[in-house]
């Protein structure tokens, strides 16, 4: 059975003008209905209900902007083009302001009013066909193609895909492609681990070689150059930024700054106390132990992160181009707040202003403690939405319109990434074993199936502090975490489901990062 017509309601007191447009509508399957006047309008709203409303905005009596907050007030989803003969900047200000979804000039033609209902009526629908259609083809094609051996250009270009494919295939609706899309995942996660258990050693092994972006290079190869052409720059890191979370961020970058992203590797272990510092530091972890042993110990992991403007500023003496920093971390409600009453002053007129905001890694963390962030974050979709409401309401937006007011370019990248667990992986280990579910260091350290993590007999493979003889680093892969014999069913129901990091996955070692420069 054949849908019901489109109904459109067109208002305007010259309706006789309108019949070759209301004949032109029907042939291409639309019920148009008119009216001369808003009282009229007004009163068949009343009765029943339209898709569309045509709007004149110079009629005797009642303006078209004075019905449309009537009609708001009947019909507050009924998308309302306005149409006039005034051509003046003010109206169409005005209008604008009003929320009006399009503005059409008199004279107008069939054919541009077709064009304005279709992309406002069926615009979603024909996207999702249109995006549906391109997935299905280039599934195929990707199908094909997961044999082929990928260096690390290729599986950027690989993640970057299936992550772009994966926020467009949500955004339709498409919900069955996307489980074909995700079906891809667990290959993909196997596939990346077993690259990165010869690659990554290799890269540190020979870093004049043929290797990626690694968090020791940000600071040297996207921050000088924007400090070598400018007084001062802004540095923001979002620790635990997914690359399909920085992809649902991005498009409301585009009205303040042109945005260029690049790609990057995390360092290994892909948590905060590495990642981070080695991205302030330009420094692999063992090398900022051994060069600045005060600043590094084996205490609690957050403590390791107290000195990175140290680093920033002992980074950017050793790279011969000194400058101030002025830092600032965001890991609560008040700091955040105090951030929002002085963005005035956030912004240093010379040097470097740094920034770390810790609500996406606090909101992970915090799923796993608290049922309510648990159901509202239930999976990647959710956590992505839920960083983008944040984002929209954060002291980082605030930041990035000061920015952008102040003509100041700006980098921001994150630290790592975070992968859903689902599968728990047993291990052995001695009673000094690290307690961290995605990554351990400790002698004798051992998975009961070898596929589900990576091991690396000597720490100087991973360029990190030493721990003496015996002491291993074992590295999850894929959705798993670790869990004791002794204490499986409690980690089982505890952090099932958790987005956790430190493991050796596209989501937690392949990350963005762009250059934001003011319009």
């Given at each position: 059975?054949?849908?019901p ?7 305007d007191d ?14 291409k ?5 008119t009216?001369?006047?808003?009282d009229d309008?007004?009163?068949?709203l ?7 409303l045509?709007l ?5 009596g ?9 009609v ?12 006039t ?6 109206t169409?200000?005005e ?5 009006i979804r399009?503005?059409l000039?008199?004279?107008i ?11 406002i009526?069926e615009?979603?629908?024909?996207r ?7 997935f299905v083809?280039?599934?195929r ?6 044999g082929?051996?990928?260096?690390w ?13 994966d926020v ?11 489980e074909s ?6 290959d ?13 050693p ?13 968090s020791?290079?940000?600071v040297?190869e996207?921050?000088?150059?924007m ?7 802004v ?15 991005e498009?409301l ?14 360092v290994l272990?892909?948590?905060?106390p ?11 972890p063992g090398?900022?132990?051994a060069?600045?042993?005060d600043?590094?110990?084996?205490r609690e992991?957050e ?8 680093l920033?500023?002992a ?12 830092y600032?971390k ?7 707040d ?12 010379e040097g ?11 909101l992970?963390?915090?799923r ?22 944040w984002?929209?309401?954060?002291a ?8 952008s007011r ?6 921001i ?8 667990c ?21 002698e ?15 720490e ?15 590295l999850?892969?894929s959705?798993g ?6 204490k499986?069913?409690e980690?089982?129901?505890?952090y ?12 937690e070692c ?5 250059l934001?420069?003011p319009?």
């Amino acid at each position: 059975m054949a849908p019901p017509a489109k109904s459109v309601l067109w208002v305007d007191d010259e309706a006789e003008l309108l019949e070759s447009h209301r004949i032109f509508l029907r042939e291409k399957g639309y019920e148009v209905e008119t009216a001369t006047n808003a009282d009229d309008a007004v009163e068949l709203l009343r009765r029943r209900a339209f898709d569309i409303l045509l709007l004149d905005e110079q009629m005797p009596g009642k303006r078209g902007l004075e019905t449309y907050q009537e009609v708001r007030e009947l019909a507050p989803n009924l998308p309302v083009v306005m149409v006039t003969k005034s051509e003046e900047d003010a109206t169409l200000r005005e209008a604008l302001g009003a929320n009006i979804r399009e503005y059409l000039v008199k004279p107008i033609n069939p054919r541009q009013v077709l064009t304005v209902i279709t992309r406002i009526l069926e615009g979603p629908r024909i996207r999702q066909q249109a995006i549906a259609r391109r997935f299905v083809e280039r599934f195929r094609a990707i199908e094909v193609e997961r044999g082929r051996v990928l260096d690390w250009r290729g599986w950027v270009d690989r993640y970057v895909e299936l992550m772009q494919w994966d926020v467009d295939l949500t955004a339709a609706g498409e919900t069955g492609l996307y489980e074909s899309l995700r079906g891809l995942y667990p290959d993909m996660q196997r596939e990346f681990a077993e690259y990165m258990r010869q690659a990554y050693p290799a890269w540190l092994h020979d870093l004049e070689g043929d290797r990626p972006p690694l968090s020791i290079d940000i600071v040297g190869e996207f921050l000088l150059p924007m400090l070598q052409r400018a007084r001062n720059a802004v540095f923001i890191v979002v620790d635990c930024l997914r690359l399909d979370q920085w992809l649902v961020l991005e498009p409301l970058l585009a009205q303040m700054f042109d945005v260029e992203r690049t790609h990057y590797y995390a360092v290994l272990p892909t948590a905060t106390p590495y990642s981070r510092n080695a991205l302030f530091s330009g420094l692999f972890p063992g090398e900022i132990a051994a060069r600045f042993p005060d600043w590094w110990g084996e205490r609690e992991d957050e403590t390791l992160n107290a000195h990175e403007r140290e680093l920033l500023e002992a980074h950017l003496q050793e790279l011969n181009s000194p400058r101030s920093v002025r830092y600032n971390k965001i890991s609560t409600a008040s700091d955040s707040d105090e951030l929002e009453r002085h963005l005035h002053s956030a912004i240093a007129p010379e040097g470097v202003s740094a920034f770390v905001f810790n609500f996406v890694d606090l909101l992970t963390h915090g799923r796993s403690e608290s049922a309510i962030l648990y159901e509202v974050a239930r999976d990647e979709i959710a956590l992505r939405q839920l960083t983008l409401q944040w984002f929209q309401r954060s002291a980082l937006l605030g930041v990035l319109r000061e920015a952008s007011r102040r003509k100041v370019s700006v980098l921001i990248t994150s630290d790592h990434g975070s992968i859903h667990c689902q599968t728990p992986a047993t291990v052995f280990a001695k009673r000094d074993a690290t307690a961290n579910l995605r990554y351990k260091f400790g002698e004798d350290l051992r998975a009961e199936r070898a596929e589900q993590a990576l091991l690396f007999p000597n720490e100087d493979l991973l360029r990190l502090p030493r721990r003496g003889l015996g002491a291993n680093t074992l590295l999850a892969v894929s959705d798993g975490f670790f869990v004791y014999p002794t204490k499986l069913r409690e980690y089982q129901s505890r952090y099932r489901g958790s987005f956790l990091h430190g493991g050796v996955t596209p989501e937690e070692c392949i990350l963005p990062v762009a250059l934001l420069t003011p319009k």
